[in-house]
């Protein structure tokens, strides 16, 4: 008899054709319990957790992988796509320990530049609005020139000082939860709505508005990034992660010091040259260098349990 030995291989097979998947599979997970006993609630929070944990990974794949994202974006038809950043609050233990930072963020301004390159080629901006946190809008595109030849910064800055640094607050930014609460954003956890205890009733839900920290903020409050040089165009970053990363909510965000300095140098020479010179007016010349540069960011997210 002839022993055939099959060697390990490094990767998943296909089946089919006996060479190596290198790309990550598209799966979905099928968790389930076969009784009604309590003790497997258990079991079946297990099962979630593992797949959780297989297959919503926040990894530099994904990051690299976002231009797909925005073809697949385009191709079903959707009206507004938006892509957040990392609010560095999970509490997977791998996946900190296996996160790079300057890695990160250097793929995901590659990514950005690439689909910009499109977006801008193709003149896309009336077919899909954008954003990516912190990064990009489509309504950069919008501004007019001419709305902004007698622009007085000094005026600007004492009128934005009186508002929320969160322009999500005034606009259009809200998350419901499975448990019927509605909150800011994801990052904030603070309940706003309770649209379960108002039976479903949005009108009732809204007459029964909770009040949040997050709203009462203003720009002013925020002594450091009021006088940043770019406290216009960064909108001090995001106060969820100021909180979670500092224990300030009024502090600094380490994550916005870090990333806007890339998008000044990387992003904005991508943008029509009438963008470039209203972006450039809204950067106060006089004001404060960002609090946090990226030792400070790597020592943050250390205190974390981040491998920065």
């Known amino acids: 008899m002839e022993i055939q030995v099959i060697e390990k291989t490094n990767g998943r097979i296909n089946r089919v054709t006996g060479t190596t998947i290198k790309e990550r599979l598209r799966v979905c997970a ?35 992988n976002l231009f ?38 250097y793929d995901l301004i590659q990514s950005t530049r690439k689909i910009l390159q499109d977006y801008l080629a193709n003149n896309r901006k009336d077919v899909l609005e954008m954003e990516i946190n912190n990064i990009f809008r489509t309504a950069f595109l919008d501004m007019r020139e001419e709305d902004y030849i007698k622009f007085d910064l000094t005026k600007e800055l004492n009128l934005r ?37 108002a039976g479903l009733d949005v009108s ?22 009021s006088k940043c040089k770019y406290c216009m165009v960064c909108n001090s970053g995001c106060r969820s992660r100021a909180l979670f990363l500092t224990g300030d909510i009024h502090d600094a965000d380490p994550g916005a010091c870090y990333l806007h300095q890339l998008v000044h140098r990387e992003i904005m020479s991508m943008l029509p040259n009438y963008v470039q010179s209203i972006y450039e007016g809204y950067i106060n010349p006089n004001g ?14 250390k205190e974390k349990g981040y491998n920065a």
């Open 68 to 105: 797909d994202v925005y073809k697949k974006v385009l191709e079903v038809g959707a009206a507004r796509w938006r892509v957040f950043d990392l609010g560095f609050q999970g509490d997977f233990v791998d996946k900190k320990q296996k996160f790079n930072l300057e890695s990160y963020y």
């Open 288 to 301: 404060l260098e960002p609090k946090y540069n990226t030792e400070d960011f790597k020592r943050f997210l």
């Open 161 to 197: 000082l009186n508002f929320s640094p969160c322009d999500y607050i005034a606009s259009h930014q809200l998350s419901i939860r499975s448990n019927g609460i509605g909150t800011l954003c994801q990052y904030f956890h603070n309940p706003i709505f309770d649209y379960k205890q």
């Open 204 to 225: 009732k839900a809204l007459e029964n508005r909770i009040p949040f920290e997050e709203d009462e903020i203003t720009m002013g409050d925020l002594q450091y990034c």
């Open 30 to 64: 099928y968790c389930r319990v076969s009784t009604d006993n309590e003790e497997q609630l258990n079991s079946y929070q297990s099962q979630l957790k593992y797949y959780d944990e297989k297959i919503n990974s926040c990894s530099p794949y994904n990051v690299k």
